[in-house]
């Protein structure tokens, strides 16, 4: 995402994802919010373990695809058919196939949640579940 596509709240955090920049992505989530789960400081922790092992594999910046849920058996046209004011984005890495893929969750316009998000129905080579990173995952 450029900058001249920045127009929402949502819009500038993926930004931040893409650009490695957990400072502004700190800034950005609401304090006392829970994120995958987690109180926003565990949550960003793990964010940015994540954001070393797509470093350590080469990337210098993430590309964040929008996407749809994939439920198994039913495609859903947008994510506000399967949770009110929600988008999902997969990050993937600039020179790896290793990939992230989150849940935001909106309310007033502002990121009240992050849900860790694997199944996300994307058609990229190279996907394999093999290079999915999950906040879960990271201890």
């Known amino acids: 995402m450029n900058r001249s596509q920045i127009k929402t709240h949502t819009d500038v955090i993926i930004y931040f994802f893409e650009s490695f920049d957990i400072e502004m992505i700190d800034t950005l989530l609401v304090d006392g919010e ?16 994540i954001f070393k092992v797509f470093i350590s594999a080469g990337n210098t910046r993430l590309i964040g695809f929008r996407e749809i849920i994939d439920s ?8 506000s058919d399967y949770y009110n004011n929600s988008v999902g984005y997969s990050f993937v890495g600039n020179n790896s196939s290793h990939f992230l893929d989150l849940m935001f969750i909106e309310e007033k316009g502002i990121i009240k949640s992050v849900l860790d998000c694997g199944n996300l129905y994307l058609h990229l080579p190279d996907r394999d579940d093999i290079n999915r990173l999950s906040v879960e995952a990271i201890i």
């Open 34 to 49: 829970q994120y995958c789960g987690l109180d926003k400081a565990a949550f960003l922790e793990k964010i940015n373990e």
């Open 72 to 79: 198994g058996q039913t495609k859903f046209t947008s994510l």
